[in-house]
């Protein structure tokens, strides 16, 4: 079965490989280059220029940034369709006699789009349609030839099984969710249940560190390229469908992975807000201190972040007879590294670091490197924003979608890291399942924990008192 190199090898520093295309002229097919480059170029002549024939296969770089991309402009069962249609009709795959010789020499190639297709945007075979046509089309190149038969057979085994796991890891997902409830509420409850927290449960933060990242490696390896895409995507002014994109968006593991940065934050409230005594509060603010170090230093970004806007929450801000306790210098070198000041200048340099120190690494542990993905999403949000989709003429604008695909394949290579850190289900289920006060409990945890400092403070903490508890 034809293999297909990482995704670090796909991309070159300046953007995108200079020498993919031969064609010295500027304007090719309906395709537009410059300096070998392609720029831009109209919908059915990019479609043309997806489909392998005998003696040409797109590079793999070009087929990323189209299947990446064209979704923006038609859904990908259309593509799917056309794609199918190309190669039938090119390669006289439905002409019984057509040219054996011929089929075999083709055959590969197609077999290896799909592959690459199956392989990088597995979630759109969710859609019956994808699934029926890539079924068609596969069964057309096998049928005859024993090694193509077990080719497609492997590819789409290999496809089902990537589906099964979504599903599974989806139903987690949702079975987690069902069992939320704001910690306050259980406190009430049952006051019994809740005898636990994060430093009894795990009291080195470095092992703390490491169950996070497990966490935010499972849940980035399940996002798929295209729902950056997806995310902010708006209707093509060309596209005369009437229906909305939803039809097209089949996960929400996006959504998912923001859900769990707001719950870390959450989690590191809670658990600051909880205690009754100012120095057991400050014990557990240095622990998470110590545990957003030992996350920045293996590269998790994304927790760190957590951490720190747990930390900076005002019911946590506001204890400063708490703060007053801790130590606090090592938490100014982590805000400093996180300081959103000039565009995240700080963060973007150790961000550099972690992605250079990841494609040189030895072990599995010097390769990860979990970005903070709230800025992510907004840098391929301005991105997306900034450019337009088509040009004047109603050409695609090639140009932008080269930097949308360099930028989603550098993820694409940091999701495939598999954590190599042993998994404690003891504490993972404690970070996943620990019920956590809402906004509100927080503020009264806060003001019972520390009282009101000004009329405000006052009037809201009476408010919640009264709210929550039933109390005046």
Not at 391 to 402: A, I, M, S, T
């Amino acid at each position: 079965m034809p293999q297909t190199p990482p995704f670090s090898a796909m991309f070159d520093s300046s953007g995108y490989n200079r020498n993919l295309y031969q064609s010295a002229e500027e304007s090719c097919g309906g395709l537009y280059y410059h300096d070998n480059n392609l720029l831009s170029g109209s919908l059915e002549a990019l479609i043309q220029h997806l489909v392998p024939n005998v003696d040409y296969y797109p590079d793999r770089t070009y087929i990323f940034t189209f299947l990446l991309s064209s979704r923006l402009f038609m859904h990908p069962y259309e593509l799917m369709a056309k794609v199918c249609h190309l190669c039938v009709e090119h390669q006289r795959l439905n002409d019984p006699n057509s040219d054996k010789n011929q089929i075999r020499k083709i055959a590969p190639k197609i077999l290896q789009l799909l592959t690459e297709w199956t392989e990088t945007f597995p979630y759109d075979f969710r859609d019956e349609r994808m699934m029926r046509n890539l079924k068609d089309l596969a069964h057309r190149i096998a049928s005859g030839e024993e090694t193509y038969r077990k080719n497609v057979q492997q590819m789409i085994q290999c496809l089902i099984r990537k589906l099964a796991a979504l599903s599974q890891y989806e139903e987690v997902l949702a079975k987690i969710s069902s069992t939320s409830t704001d910690r306050l509420t259980v406190i009430r409850t049952k006051p019994q249940s809740i005898q636990r927290d994060i430093i009894t449960v795990c009291s080195d933060p470095y092992t703390l560190a490491q169950q996070l990242t497990h966490i935010e490696l499972e849940r980035l390896n399940y996002i798929g390229p295209e729902e950056f895409v997806q995310a902010f995507v708006q209707k093509d002014p060309l596209d005369n469908d009437k229906s909305c994109y939803s039809d097209r968006k089949k996960t929400r593991n996006l959504e998912a992975y923001v859900e769990w940065f707001n719950r870390l934050s959450y989690l590191v409230a809670t658990e600051i807000c909880m205690p009754v005594k100012k120095k057991h509060r400050a014990r557990v603010i240095e622990h998470f201190i110590d545990v957003a170090r030992e996350c920045f230093n293996i590269g998790n970004f994304n927790s760190l972040m957590a951490i720190i806007s747990g930390m900076n929450m005002s019911p946590v801000s506001r204890l400063k007879k708490t703060w007053a306790k801790v130590k606090t210098a090592k938490f100014d070198v982590l805000e400093h590294q996180m300081d959103p000041s000039s565009n995240f200048y700080n963060y973007r340099t150790a961000l550099r670091g972690a992605a250079q120190r990841s494609l040189t690494a030895h072990s599995s542990r010097e390769k990860i490197v979990i970005p903070f993905f709230s800025l992510l999403i907004k840098d391929i949000y301005f991105l997306n924003e900034g450019c337009a989709n088509r040009l004047p003429n109603g050409h695609v604008n090639f140009e932008k979608f080269w930097e949308l695909a360099k930028q989603v394949s550098e993820f694409m290579t940091w999701k495939q890291v598999e954590c190599p850190f042993e998994r404690d289900r003891k504490i993972l289920q404690y970070l996943l399942t620990a019920p956590v006060f809402s906004e509100d409990s927080l503020y009264l945890a806060s003001y019972e924990s520390e009282g009101p400092e000004n009329h405000i403070e006052k009037d809201r903490w009476k408010s919640l008192r009264s709210s929550l508890l039933g109390r005046v």
